[in-house]
């Protein structure tokens, strides 16, 4: 069982590096039209920029109403960016457990968009921020569960992160004695997160 378990994550990882490769390509023949057509690009896209004034006439009342609310998000994604971040720093070493590039995760692109206005561009900008810490804090909490607790739970969890598969199974106190020092060594594939 354990070998077509393993077979198979191999087969996802596999799927996963030819799903990046073929995201690549697509990524490529768009940036090599882009440059052709640039110039025309821009035109176009602007044509789908809505200003801002009438952006904020579409605005339904409630959701100006909500919108501090929303954006109070700033304040415990920062703490929890601050925090992760001080975390890694001062615990990874000491662990010998690899760090997470913050870079890898906080990736601010799409302010560049001429179609988007400035209101837009803020949205982007903030939902950026907030899914990219998330991710962060979540590779963070995931090398350090490999490190301290690398048991599976009793009942299946919904979208479980990567190292999960590698985790010893509920129950298995043999497995976890004998591999624990093994599964603390395995941070290869963090070039991979």
């Not at 998330?134 to 990567?162: D, F």
Request: glycine share 4%.
């Amino acid at each position: 069982m354990p070998n077509t378990i393993d077979e198979l994550l191999a087969r996802i990882r596999s799927l996963q590096d030819e799903l990046e490769e073929e995201y690549r390509k697509a990524r490529d023949e768009f940036g090599q039209k882009r440059a052709r057509l640039a110039d025309e690009l821009l035109r176009q896209q602007r044509e789908y920029k809505i200003g801002l004034f009438s952006f904020l006439a579409r605005t339904r009342p409630l959701v100006a109403l909500t919108a501090p609310l929303v954006y109070a998000g700033w304040i415990p994604f920062l703490l929890l960016d601050l925090f992760v971040t001080l975390y890694q720093i001062i615990c990874f070493p000491i662990y010998r457990i690899p760090k997470v590039r913050r870079a890898d995760y906080l990736v601010f692109d799409r302010a560049g968009l001429p179609y988007l206005n400035i209101i837009e561009k803020f949205n982007c900008f903030y939902c950026s921020y907030g899914n990219g810490v998330a991710a962060y804090a979540r590779e963070v909490a995931a090398r350090t569960e490999q490190y301290w607790c690398p048991i599976k739970h009793a009942r299946r969890i919904h979208a479980a992160h990567g190292r999960y598969p590698q985790f010893f199974e509920y129950g298995d106190a043999e497995a976890f004695r004998l591999g624990m020092e093994r599964l603390r060594q395995q941070y290869q594939d963090t070039n991979r997160t």
